[in-house]
Protein backbone atom coordinates (compact mmCIF):
# COMPACT_ATOMS: atom_id res chain seq x y z
CA UNK A 1 0.00 0.00 0.00
CA UNK A 2 0.99 3.46 -0.68
CA UNK A 3 1.58 5.24 2.56
CA UNK A 4 0.26 8.29 3.32
CA UNK A 5 4.44 9.44 3.21
CA UNK A 6 4.70 8.51 0.30
CA UNK A 7 1.82 10.32 -1.10
CA UNK A 8 2.90 13.67 0.02
CA UNK A 9 6.18 12.83 -0.97
CA UNK A 10 5.04 12.60 -4.50
CA UNK A 11 2.11 15.15 -4.43
CA UNK A 12 2.42 18.22 -2.62
CA UNK A 13 -0.70 20.90 -2.08
CA UNK A 14 0.38 23.08 -5.29
CA UNK A 15 0.40 19.93 -7.54
CA UNK A 16 -2.74 18.93 -5.98
CA UNK A 17 -4.64 22.26 -6.78
CA UNK A 18 -3.11 22.07 -10.13
CA UNK A 19 -4.28 18.24 -10.82
CA UNK A 20 -7.44 18.93 -9.90
CA UNK A 21 -7.78 22.66 -12.22
CA UNK A 22 -6.29 20.77 -15.20
CA UNK A 23 -8.76 17.93 -14.94
CA UNK A 24 -11.76 20.32 -14.83
CA UNK A 25 -10.35 22.62 -17.56
CA UNK A 26 -10.06 19.50 -19.90
CA UNK A 27 -12.83 17.93 -19.85
CA UNK A 28 -13.90 16.24 -16.84
CA UNK A 29 -17.39 17.37 -15.37
CA UNK A 30 -18.65 16.27 -11.88
CA UNK A 31 -22.28 16.09 -12.96
CA UNK A 32 -21.37 12.42 -14.49
CA UNK A 33 -19.26 11.21 -11.19
CA UNK A 34 -20.91 8.14 -9.75
CA UNK A 35 -22.96 9.10 -6.23
CA UNK A 36 -21.40 7.82 -3.43
CA UNK A 37 -22.78 5.64 -0.75
CA UNK A 38 -22.64 6.85 3.32
CA UNK A 39 -24.06 3.77 5.16
CA UNK A 40 -24.86 3.99 8.78
CA UNK A 41 -22.94 1.66 11.17
CA UNK A 42 -23.20 1.53 15.03
CA UNK A 43 -20.41 3.64 15.83
CA UNK A 44 -20.13 5.83 12.82
CA UNK A 45 -20.25 5.68 8.98
CA UNK A 46 -18.82 4.13 6.31
CA UNK A 47 -18.61 5.85 3.02
CA UNK A 48 -18.29 4.34 -0.68
CA UNK A 49 -16.84 6.60 -3.46
CA UNK A 50 -16.42 5.14 -6.79
CA UNK A 51 -15.81 6.81 -9.91
CA UNK A 52 -14.52 6.32 -13.62
CA UNK A 53 -11.72 8.54 -15.74
CA UNK A 54 -10.71 7.32 -19.21
CA UNK A 55 -7.50 5.57 -17.81
CA UNK A 56 -8.29 4.66 -14.21
CA UNK A 57 -10.85 3.44 -12.11
CA UNK A 58 -11.32 4.28 -8.34
CA UNK A 59 -13.02 3.35 -5.02
CA UNK A 60 -12.33 4.77 -1.82
CA UNK A 61 -13.79 2.48 1.31
CA UNK A 62 -13.90 5.12 4.30
CA UNK A 63 -14.90 5.31 7.62
CA UNK A 64 -16.13 8.02 10.12
CA UNK A 65 -16.15 7.25 13.88
CA UNK A 66 -16.95 9.95 15.86
CA UNK A 67 -15.78 8.31 19.12
CA UNK A 68 -12.34 7.46 17.73
CA UNK A 69 -10.34 10.44 18.79
CA UNK A 70 -11.06 9.49 22.47
CA UNK A 71 -9.75 6.38 21.82
CA UNK A 72 -6.56 8.08 20.28
CA UNK A 73 -7.59 7.10 17.36
CA UNK A 74 -8.58 8.84 14.24
CA UNK A 75 -12.03 9.92 13.15
CA UNK A 76 -11.27 9.54 9.75
CA UNK A 77 -9.76 6.08 8.15
CA UNK A 78 -9.41 4.16 4.68
CA UNK A 79 -8.12 2.79 1.65
CA UNK A 80 -8.32 4.03 -1.69
CA UNK A 81 -7.76 0.88 -5.11
CA UNK A 82 -6.93 2.77 -8.17
CA UNK A 83 -8.00 0.05 -11.20
CA UNK A 84 -6.84 -0.18 -14.53
CA UNK A 85 -10.24 1.32 -16.65
CA UNK A 86 -9.57 -1.16 -19.64
CA UNK A 87 -9.43 -4.97 -17.50
CA UNK A 88 -10.09 -3.51 -14.15
CA UNK A 89 -7.22 -5.00 -12.88
CA UNK A 90 -6.22 -3.63 -9.39
CA UNK A 91 -3.10 -1.46 -9.97
CA UNK A 92 -2.37 0.46 -6.45
CA UNK A 93 -3.97 0.32 -2.84
CA UNK A 94 -3.70 4.41 -1.04
CA UNK A 95 -3.99 5.41 2.08
CA UNK A 96 -7.14 6.60 1.95
CA UNK A 97 -7.52 9.01 4.65
CA UNK A 98 -4.21 10.38 3.19
CA UNK A 99 -5.73 11.01 -0.05
CA UNK A 100 -8.81 12.61 1.32
CA UNK A 101 -6.39 14.99 3.53
CA UNK A 102 -4.52 16.10 0.31
CA UNK A 103 -7.87 16.03 -1.80
CA UNK A 104 -10.05 18.28 0.01
CA UNK A 105 -7.62 21.51 0.47
CA UNK A 106 -7.01 20.62 -2.98
CA UNK A 107 -10.10 21.55 -4.37
CA UNK A 108 -10.68 24.38 -2.41
CA UNK A 109 -7.50 26.10 -3.20
CA UNK A 110 -8.85 25.29 -6.93
CA UNK A 111 -11.98 26.99 -6.43
CA UNK A 112 -10.20 29.79 -4.09
CA UNK A 113 -7.72 29.92 -6.64
CA UNK A 114 -10.70 31.56 -8.91
CA UNK A 115 -12.94 33.01 -6.08
CA UNK A 116 -10.35 34.42 -3.49
CA UNK A 117 -9.30 38.50 -3.84
CA UNK A 118 -5.59 38.39 -5.31
CA UNK A 119 -4.60 40.21 -2.22
CA UNK A 120 -5.37 37.80 0.84
CA UNK A 121 -4.06 39.52 4.27
CA UNK A 122 -6.30 38.02 6.57
CA UNK A 123 -7.28 33.96 6.56
CA UNK A 124 -9.23 32.86 9.24
CA UNK A 125 -9.45 29.01 9.83
CA UNK A 126 -12.43 27.47 12.01
CA UNK A 127 -10.81 23.94 13.02
CA UNK A 128 -7.53 22.83 14.72
CA UNK A 129 -7.28 19.59 12.89
CA UNK A 130 -5.85 17.77 9.78
CA UNK A 131 -8.14 19.90 7.30
CA UNK A 132 -7.56 22.47 8.89
CA UNK A 133 -3.98 22.48 8.71
CA UNK A 134 -4.24 21.18 5.08
CA UNK A 135 -5.83 24.09 3.95
CA UNK A 136 -4.00 26.21 5.99
CA UNK A 137 -0.91 24.79 3.30
CA UNK A 138 -3.01 24.48 -0.20
CA UNK A 139 -3.92 28.18 0.55
CA UNK A 140 -0.61 29.24 0.59
CA UNK A 141 0.29 27.68 -2.59
CA UNK A 142 -2.37 29.66 -4.37
CA UNK A 143 -1.67 33.05 -2.47
CA UNK A 144 0.42 34.98 -0.35
CA UNK A 145 -1.11 35.17 2.80
CA UNK A 146 -0.23 37.64 6.14
CA UNK A 147 -1.75 36.34 9.21
CA UNK A 148 -3.91 33.55 10.01
CA UNK A 149 -6.61 33.78 12.88
CA UNK A 150 -7.40 29.59 14.17
CA UNK A 151 -11.03 29.70 15.59
CA UNK A 152 -11.59 26.51 17.72
CA UNK A 153 -13.23 25.06 20.38
CA UNK A 154 -10.53 24.15 22.25
CA UNK A 155 -8.43 26.30 23.30
CA UNK A 156 -5.31 24.75 24.37
CA UNK A 157 -5.33 22.65 21.15
CA UNK A 158 -6.15 26.03 19.29
CA UNK A 159 -3.10 27.12 20.67
CA UNK A 160 -0.86 24.90 19.86
CA UNK A 161 -2.25 24.47 16.24
CA UNK A 162 -1.22 28.23 15.78
CA UNK A 163 2.06 27.80 17.11
CA UNK A 164 2.67 25.26 14.72
CA UNK A 165 1.55 27.70 12.18
CA UNK A 166 3.60 30.18 13.29
CA UNK A 167 6.88 27.82 13.22
CA UNK A 168 5.93 26.90 9.72
CA UNK A 169 6.85 30.71 8.70
CA UNK A 170 3.36 32.17 8.75
CA UNK A 171 1.90 34.34 12.10
CA UNK A 172 -0.75 32.78 13.06
CA UNK A 173 -2.74 33.70 16.21
CA UNK A 174 -6.20 32.58 18.32
CA UNK A 175 -8.99 34.32 17.67
CA UNK A 176 -12.65 34.78 17.91
CA UNK A 177 -16.00 33.80 14.99
CA UNK A 178 -15.93 37.92 15.16
CA UNK A 179 -12.55 38.57 13.67
CA UNK A 180 -14.54 37.56 10.10
CA UNK A 181 -14.64 40.87 9.77
CA UNK A 182 -11.50 41.39 8.64
CA UNK A 183 -10.31 38.36 6.28
CA UNK A 184 -10.57 38.06 2.64
CA UNK A 185 -10.65 34.23 3.11
CA UNK A 186 -12.58 32.30 5.46
CA UNK A 187 -12.05 28.39 5.65
CA UNK A 188 -14.57 25.98 7.33
CA UNK A 189 -13.42 22.49 8.08
CA UNK A 190 -15.11 21.47 11.65
CA UNK A 191 -17.42 19.19 12.84
CA UNK A 192 -20.05 21.78 14.10
CA UNK A 193 -23.77 21.34 13.05
CA UNK A 194 -24.91 24.76 13.61
CA UNK A 195 -23.29 27.67 11.95
CA UNK A 196 -19.76 28.92 13.15
CA UNK A 197 -20.33 32.63 12.46
CA UNK A 198 -22.79 35.94 11.85
CA UNK A 199 -22.55 35.75 7.83
CA UNK A 200 -23.60 39.68 8.20
CA UNK A 201 -20.25 40.24 8.80
CA UNK A 202 -18.42 38.59 6.08
CA UNK A 203 -17.12 41.62 3.54
CA UNK A 204 -18.27 41.82 0.20
CA UNK A 205 -14.50 40.98 -0.96
CA UNK A 206 -14.51 37.63 0.50
CA UNK A 207 -13.92 34.10 -0.10
CA UNK A 208 -15.54 31.59 2.11
CA UNK A 209 -14.83 27.86 1.76
CA UNK A 210 -17.03 25.57 3.96
CA UNK A 211 -16.01 21.66 4.04
CA UNK A 212 -17.09 19.97 7.24
CA UNK A 213 -20.03 18.33 6.71
CA UNK A 214 -21.79 16.33 4.73
CA UNK A 215 -25.10 15.94 6.28
CA UNK A 216 -28.05 16.96 5.51
CA UNK A 217 -29.46 18.81 8.54
CA UNK A 218 -25.92 20.07 9.48
CA UNK A 219 -24.18 23.49 8.12
CA UNK A 220 -21.70 25.72 9.42
CA UNK A 221 -22.64 28.68 7.39
CA UNK A 222 -25.75 30.69 7.89
CA UNK A 223 -28.29 31.71 5.35
CA UNK A 224 -27.77 35.60 5.72
CA UNK A 225 -24.33 34.77 4.54
CA UNK A 226 -25.47 32.06 1.73
CA UNK A 227 -28.54 35.06 0.61
CA UNK A 228 -26.00 37.32 -0.35
CA UNK A 229 -23.45 35.26 -1.93
CA UNK A 230 -22.32 34.30 -4.93
CA UNK A 231 -22.74 29.70 -4.29
CA UNK A 232 -20.51 27.31 -6.20
CA UNK A 233 -20.79 23.82 -5.47
CA UNK A 234 -18.87 21.06 -6.97
CA UNK A 235 -22.36 19.99 -8.51
CA UNK A 236 -25.83 21.53 -7.65
CA UNK A 237 -27.41 18.30 -7.45
CA UNK A 238 -25.27 16.55 -4.90
CA UNK A 239 -24.84 19.81 -3.55
CA UNK A 240 -29.26 19.77 -2.63
CA UNK A 241 -28.81 16.00 -1.61
CA UNK A 242 -25.94 16.77 0.98
CA UNK A 243 -24.75 19.73 1.31
CA UNK A 244 -26.89 20.90 4.81
CA UNK A 245 -25.59 24.35 4.49
CA UNK A 246 -26.89 24.54 0.90
CA UNK A 247 -29.92 22.14 1.99
CA UNK A 248 -31.36 24.41 4.90
CA UNK A 249 -30.99 27.31 3.09
CA UNK A 250 -32.89 26.45 -0.02
CA UNK A 251 -35.50 25.36 2.41
CA UNK A 252 -35.67 28.57 4.06
CA UNK A 253 -36.31 30.75 0.61
CA UNK A 254 -32.85 32.86 0.58
CA UNK A 255 -31.61 30.87 -2.47
CA UNK A 256 -32.82 29.41 -5.62
CA UNK A 257 -31.35 25.54 -6.55
CA UNK A 258 -31.15 27.34 -9.84
CA UNK A 259 -28.75 30.07 -8.16
CA UNK A 260 -26.00 26.95 -7.63
CA UNK A 261 -22.96 27.85 -9.33
CA UNK A 262 -21.16 24.21 -10.59
CA UNK A 263 -17.31 24.94 -10.56
CA UNK A 264 -17.07 23.31 -13.63
CA UNK A 265 -18.71 26.77 -14.90
CA UNK A 266 -16.24 29.06 -13.23
CA UNK A 267 -12.88 27.20 -13.88
CA UNK A 268 -14.02 27.61 -17.77
CA UNK A 269 -15.31 30.67 -17.91
CA UNK A 270 -18.41 30.06 -18.26
CA UNK A 271 -20.24 31.85 -15.25
CA UNK A 272 -17.97 35.12 -14.25
CA UNK A 273 -16.89 35.46 -10.62
CA UNK A 274 -19.23 38.18 -8.93
CA UNK A 275 -16.94 41.44 -7.20
CA UNK A 276 -19.55 42.52 -5.69
CA UNK A 277 -20.91 39.81 -2.91
CA UNK A 278 -19.10 37.48 -0.96
CA UNK A 279 -18.07 33.71 -3.00
CA UNK A 280 -19.07 31.05 -1.13
CA UNK A 281 -17.76 27.30 -2.13
CA UNK A 282 -19.45 24.69 -0.25
CA UNK A 283 -17.83 21.32 -0.67
CA UNK A 284 -19.41 17.98 -0.14
CA UNK A 285 -16.56 15.89 -1.41
CA UNK A 286 -17.02 13.69 -4.71
CA UNK A 287 -15.48 10.63 -5.62
CA UNK A 288 -13.58 12.00 -8.73
CA UNK A 289 -11.64 14.16 -6.90
CA UNK A 290 -9.90 11.28 -5.04
CA UNK A 291 -9.24 9.26 -8.31
CA UNK A 292 -7.96 12.78 -9.80
CA UNK A 293 -5.64 13.06 -6.96
CA UNK A 294 -4.85 9.17 -7.16
CA UNK A 295 -4.12 9.39 -10.18
CA UNK A 296 -1.47 11.87 -9.32
CA UNK A 297 0.29 10.27 -7.01
CA UNK A 298 0.41 6.70 -8.80
CA UNK A 299 1.80 8.88 -11.97
CA UNK A 300 4.28 10.47 -9.95
CA UNK A 301 5.43 7.42 -8.45
CA UNK A 302 5.87 6.46 -11.90
CA UNK A 303 8.05 9.17 -13.08
CA UNK A 304 10.46 8.77 -10.35
CA UNK A 305 10.73 5.09 -11.16
CA UNK A 306 11.22 5.10 -14.65
Not at 55 to 84: C, H, M, T, W
Not at 149 to 167: M, N, Y
Not at 223 to 239: G, K, M, Y
Request: hydrophobic share 50%.
Amino acid sequence: MVTAEKIFERVDYGAAVRAVQNALATGLDPVRDLARQVLAVANGQLLLMPTEASDFVGIKVASVAPGNPALGRERIQGVYLLLDALTLTPITLFDGAAITTLRTPAVSAAAADYLAPAAVEHLVVFGSGPQAWGHIEAMRAIRSIDRVTIVARDQPRAELFAARVTASGLPAQVGTAADVATAQLIVCATTARTPLFDGSLVHADCCVVAVGSHETDARELDSALLARAQVVVEDPATAQREAGDVIIAVAEGVIAPHELVPLLDIVTGTVAVTAETPRVFKSTGMSWEDLVIATAVYRAGARSEA
